[in-house]
């Protein structure tokens, strides 16, 4: 079973900075893309941050230059540094991951329990 660990949200005010980490525990043998989405309330979720297993990386319009993730392949974590905090970024953040289970033959999307951030101005 492929289980996915948020940890790192919290309340901050405008300006401000928070790192967001993910890190996936079971039986893995392989990762690809991982990723950070979020789901303000009254709206649909939407990417926030991807990073494939080489390191590409791909950003929201709205979050560029601003936040920067990164990822451990062998501490199969995930992480998002978030800087110059907006109010408009306060929303619930979850991890995603790509993730071939040792029992499996193809890969499988997981998602984390969530983590909430709130900005305040």
């Known amino acids: 079973q492929v289980q996915l660990v948020e940890s790192g949200g919290g309340l901050v005010q405008a300006g401000g900075s928070l790192r967001l980490s993910c890190a996936a525990s079971?039986?893995?043998?392989?990762?690809?893309?991982m990723g950070w989405y979020r789901q303000a309330p009254g709206k649909q979720r939407e990417a926030v941050a991807i990073?494939?297993?080489?390191?590409?990386?791909k950003y929201a319009d709205s979050v560029k230059d601003r936040f920067t993730i990164s990822r451990d392949n062998a501490k199969k974590s995930v992480y998002l540094q978030m800087n110059s905090l907006k109010p408009e970024d306060t929303a619930v953040y979850y991890c995603?991951?790509?993730?071939?289970?040792?029992?499996?033959?193809?890969?499988?999307?997981?998602w984390g329990q969530g983590t909430q951030v709130t900005v305040s101005s």
């Open positions: 995603n991951a790509e993730a071939l289970p040792n029992s499996a033959r193809t890969y499988y999307a997981y």
């Open positions: 990073i494939t297993s080489g390191g590409r990386t």
């Open positions: 079971g039986s893995i043998l392989s990762m690809k893309d």
